[in-house]
């Protein structure tokens, strides 16, 4: 009985989160099933595994192209002269119980099926076989990931889904989705925007263990400061919905859901047989655990950015410097759109500002118009006054600055000791501050140059977003978050 | 009088608008106190124009910089040898109302003051002089475009605001924006995006001439085929309704608000001392008026991709084609959030899906998730099968495709033949289907592929877009006024 919720269930939670602890961090892993036509998958991406791997592959055809990549195969699990703490399987549907029946007698920690063709496909033959190695798993207490999923990703140890995520250095965000492509989206872009990932599961269709499980798991995992989700439906959305509640409490948890619409709803279904609940439902059940909300892999992306990058701030009130007067207008919009407030600033903070503010051709009021003092002259030591304004200011709660529009992103390509003086003054400024701190480098027609600017700032520590809208909108949330950390909201 | 809507105007519509055409299709043109620390931008930009290009200048320190860029040099406007059909005027802004003076003396079609320090910045002495010059172009029936902005950019003639923006060859977008930097980034983003703009303006403060002027003359423009507007505020709001509900009624015409928020509004005067209208107000008069409303750059540049690259059809029944499941679940989502339907095919339809779709591992009810298909096994006749069905089915009104996520984009890396066959199948497709067809490339992590593919895409006519969420929210817009132009809404 893997489902301590279940009724009559024989384990306790610790007992399930002891046993994912070993699946997470094997020490040895085997592969059963891997073959050419799929480029082996598995274990090209198992070639960073820090522990020991097999492979399980009875075809002759397929065993040289095995050995050649270097690991031991075997005829079956139970010929690995060795403890298994995890397994990935990748065999036709029609010979999954035979392998689910060998972990169990191995007594290996947990298994993934990647195999796919279960209930998902609304087939009789795929529903009864899912009956049967979830019944087999939860007989005999194996811990089954899937089916139709790509199961654990562990970034320090080099336990990957693709050859091409990261490996061998630790991360502090960890990552739980109902779809494989997003949970290696998730981070193979989070990675291109500074998101170190700790440990990730794809699941599937969750005959076994369900979102809560690794959820619960995921609260208790030390190196896990930040969580993201992409859920399409939970099997238990009760006990879902209090997993989410008290991990909340203590992390931040991003939940992107999927299949909010009635044609989304229907292709969840085709999808991992996910049943839908009603958005209303939902909506307001994140609301009380606290969590924040999501509608892409984007805004996903940029909300855990803002949560692991910022220092964390309730205050809803931006101070906001813009490079020309026409993307002041466009930032304070896009700021309050997203329910963010633009003040005017203190009289103190004005007269400093009209000490050094050339008064015809920018504005001052907030947002500031740095076009005449920075843009145009691009001088740091007139940023840090503005930045200093806006540190010191009582009626500002954070900070976004836009940086390298257009002309301004030629000359850092032309001339990069501008580039780095700004970036100075901006990581002092964050080092300085208590106040949330983002950067926006939309790509414009110099997308290269911008892609390089949000790459040069990540390494200092403040994120970038690609759009005032994006930044607006993450930062909102992580405000949202942190408000819920302090029960203001 | 310039305007024809004062009290007592003198001039027809069609006087203006005919010395608006002399001032847009310029034989010579004048800059008046371009200057070493400005970067010489304005005769710099201007070294593509196809006439004959003057300056004046009387700073000694100054002349010899502008001969060595091969530009002669005068004194005053009044000593030039030729008529001059446009002015561009970038002296301090007490001295324009001399400049102003002499353009009335010469007979100058029109003169754009780059100059700034006007009615934006709140002070009496800028509010004064925005009022003298005003006055004087009204008395004279000088056409003002200004103050505060870049005024006038002809692609085909080289006439330009910035050297990076392109010259040379026709165009068939307009832009008519409040703000230089929005004006100059519409051009320069939306060339990357396939927008080849005709005939655009930033006009700024708008003293004489308002946007309903050069609304009225893009109307009329044969070459302009789509517009798009950055809007802060009308100096005649009821003009500027009416003048968009005529041109909506012949052409696209795309409305960015900026200023819509509280504190908008403030940055707005700040900006072009535009006074903000009520965004009620502002949204039914859009809706009236048939216009397109979009929020940012971003969204204007998608909505007129999807306008002059789409063929036009009326209805919201999306025919969608992922890349796997959980791309599936999202697409239908994002386009479903857009108003937009994913309807279940024809039976007849599902009879020709089910002779060649694999049933284990894609689903095939709508979307159709081509991974088993053409996603891993990368078979353009596939996808040529699947966009037939499509077609073909009469529940489909518009087709939307993914192309190059994840795996798919580092295999056209990999092999630029796969992308080259299935980018020859959709050019197949689009020339004989009469459904609007976008197809969706996200950066994902390989964002060089994928601005590649994206690339390639538009060479086909194809209108690629970065996320479903933005291809959805144009195309919405797009079929929106296609529904208007039918009198469907």
């Not at 169990?104 to 009789?124: M, N, R």
């Not at 208790?220 to 969580?227: M, P, S, Y």
């Not at 947002?367 to 003092?373: A, E, F, I, R």
């Amino acid at each position: 009985m893997a489902r301590p919720d279940s009724p009559g269930a024989a384990e306790t939670r610790s007992d399930v989160q002891q046993r994912l602890d070993r699946a997470f961090n094997p020490r040895t892993v085997a592969v059963v099933g891997d073959k050419r036509a799929m480029g082996y998958l598995w274990l090209r991406s198992m070639s960073t595994f820090q522990g020991k791997l097999y492979s399980v592959q009875i075809d002759p055809d397929e065993i040289p192209g095995i050995e050649e990549l270097g690991v031991p195969n075997f005829a079956s699990l139970l010929d690995i002269p060795d403890e298994i703490d995890y397994v990935v399987c990748a065999v036709p549907r029609q010979v999954s119980p035979r392998v689910v029946a060998d972990c169990i007698e191995k007594g290996v920690g947990a298994v993934t099926l990647f195999t796919s063709g279960f209930a998902e496909t609304e087939t009789e033959e795929g529903i009864r076989l899912q009956e049967e190695i979830g019944q087999m798993a939860r007989q005999a207490g194996l811990l089954l990931i899937g089916p139709n999923c790509m199961g654990i990703y562990n970034r320090r140890l080099g336990l990957r889904h693709s050859w091409e995520q990261p490996a061998g250095d630790a991360g502090n965000v960890g990552f739980i989705s109902q779809s494989g492509t997003h949970c290696i989206n998730f981070s193979l872009v989070g990675d291109r925007h500074g998101i170190r990932c700790s440990k990730n599961v794809s699941f599937g269709n969750a005959v076994v263990l369900d979102a809560a499980d690794y959820l619960e798991y995921l609260a208790d995992d030390a190196e896990t400061e930040v969580i993201g989700i992409y859920m399409e439906g939970a099997q238990d959305t009760r006990r879902f919905f209090r997993a989410l509640r008290e991990t909340a409490r203590v992390k931040p948890v991003v939940v992107w859901k999927g299949g909010v619409t009635a044609a989304g709803a229907r292709a969840i279904y085709s999808h991992t047989a996910a049943l839908a609940t009603a958005p209303a439902v939902w909506d307001a059940a994140m609301r009380q655990a606290g969590a924040v909300q999501a509608e892409s892999l984007d805004e996903t992306i940029d909300a855990v950015k803002a949560l692991v990058y910022c220092k964390p701030g309730s205050g809803y009130r931006m101070g906001l410097i813009a490079m020309t007067g026409g993307q002041s207008v466009v930032i304070t919009d896009d700021f309050e759109r997203e329910g963010l407030e633009v003040p005017l600033l203190t009289a103190a903070s004005y007269e400093k500002l009209s000490q050094f503010f050339n008064i015809i051709g920018g504005s001052y009021r907030n947002p500031l118009d740095s076009g005449g003092t920075i843009g145009w002259g691009l001088l740091p030591q007139n940023l840090e006054k503005l930045l200093g304004v806006l540190d010191e200011d009582e009626t500002v709660d954070a900070i976004a600055m836009e940086v390298g529009a257009g002309f301004l992103a030629r000359r850092m390509r032309e001339n990069p000791g501008i580039l780095d003086a700004l970036l100075d003054t901006m990581t002092a400024h964050r080092e300085r501050s208590q106040k949330p701190f983002i950067a926006i480098a939309h790509p414009g027609h110099l997308e290269d140059v911008s892609a390089m600017i949000r790459s040069r700032l990540l390494e200092r520590g403040i994120p970038p977003f690609a759009s005032f809208q994006a930044g607006a909108r993450a930062l909102r949330r992580a405000i949202d978050y942190w408000r819920f950390r302090e029960g203001l909201d």
